[in-house]
């Protein structure tokens, strides 16, 4: 089974910065699609970054410049960081993975199929 657990949220003043981490576990490995979404109150969720092979990235236009996703293979963690924070960012954050793996996990209709439960940034 399949464990991700999202932490680093809060409530920040716009500009300031935060780093978001997901901690997963179970049948999931490092070289496996991850992404950060984002879904703001009453709206569809969104793409924020992707990460695979532990070193390959991209970002969606949501946060593009303003984030950087990263991998640690030992604490078998992603983090966002995420900087320049403004209003408009304020939503809830999730952590999804896929169990391909390979540029495969570049392609942006892939289907995430498992999720954590979330992290609030607030952003006033």
């Known amino acids: 089974q399949v464990q991700l657990v999202e932490s680093g949220g809060g409530s920040v003043q716009a500009g300031e910065s935060l780093r978001l981490s997901c901690a997963y576990s179970?049948?999931?490995?490092?070289?496996?699609?991850m992404k950060w979404f984002r879904q703001v109150q009453g709206k569809e969720h969104e793409g924020v970054a992707r990460i695979w092979t532990g070193t390959n990235t991209r970002y969606d236009d949501s946060m593009r410049g303003r984030s950087t996703i990263s991998q640690d293979y030992a604490e078998g963690t992603v983090y966002l960081q995420m900087n320049s924070l403004k209003p408009e960012d304020t939503a809830m954050y999730y952590c999804?993975?896929?169990?391909?793996?390979?540029?495969?996990?570049?392609?942006?209709?892939?289907?995430?199929?498992?999720w954590g439960q979330g992290t609030q940034v607030t952003v006033s």
């Open positions: 179970g049948d999931c490995y490092s070289r496996n699609c």
């Open positions: 999804a993975f896929q169990d391909l793996r390979g540029d495969v996990c570049n392609l942006a209709q892939i289907q995430y199929k498992y």
